[in-house]
T-cell receptor, first 111, second 115 residues
């Protein structure tokens, strides 16, 4: 049973076209939900941690929100350099300190 | 802060040989490090949890005799792929946490190709 499901699998946007990525999760006890950015051939780069429903975090053109069942990563007026794969991961009470990752959303922003 | 360095970034080896990958936390001490494996267009799959001074904990389905993990100090963990075969070709990524509820920070990964 998948614990973390991300959608869409791939997304193509024009520069300046805002959109949202979704991460739905099913865990017994959420300790934290994490968003990472991964560029091709690189390790994931940390973006945000969210701990409780209603929490929001912002960084430049990115804003992450959290409910009891899902998280959204909102991208406002994206630029080509925002093109990457965005990974969602959860830390639950049964997984020690490890994170369970979704498959990611591959974002392409065209000029 | 919280930089994780991984070497080598890529390696090509012949079938039957062994390959060692190093993971270092450069500016913090990490009692626990994690090794992940990633196939193209797939999520990161946890292979094992590396504990400083004790045996690693392997996930179900991961052969501990094939993927040897050593965590000899608070800043270094190594993953050795023994008797590598083409099916072991993958992207291996290590990670570490600075402590408490801080997020995992990842190395830049090692692309292993077994010919």
């Amino acid at each position: 049973e998948d614990q973390v499901t991300q959608s869409p699998e791939a997304l193509r946007l024009q520069e300046g076209e805002s959109s949202s990525l979704n991460c739905s999760y099913t865990v017994s006890g959420l300790r934290g939900l994490f968003w990472y950015r991964q560029d091709p051939g690189k390790g994931p780069e940390f973006l945000f941690t969210l701990y409780s429903a209603g929490e929001e975090k912002e960084k430049e053109r990115l804003k992450a929100t959290l409910t009891k069942k899902e998280s959204f990563l909102h991208i406002t007026a994206p630029k080509p350099e925002d093109s990457a794969t965005y990974l969602c991961a959860v830390h639950d009470s049964n997984s020690g300190y490890a994170l369970n990752f979704g498959k990611g959303t591959s974002l392409l922003v065209t000029p | 802060g919280a930089v994780v360095s991984q070497h080598p970034s890529w390696v090509i080896c012949k079938s039957g040989t062994s390959v060692k990958i190093e993971c270092r936390s450069l500016d913090f001490q990490a009692t626990t490090m994690f090794w992940y494996r990633q196939f193209p267009k797939q999520s990161l799959m946890l292979m094992a949890t590396s504990n400083e001074g004790s045996k690693a904990t392997y996930e179900q389905g991961v052969e501990k005799d094939k993927f040897l993990i050593n965590h000899a100090s608070l800043t270094l963990s190594t993953l050795t792929v023994t008797s590598a075969h083409p099916e072991d070709s993958s992207f291996y990524i290590c990670s570490a946490r600075q402590g408490g509820n801080s997020p995992l920070h990842f190395g830049n990964g090692t692309r292993l190709t077994v010919t």
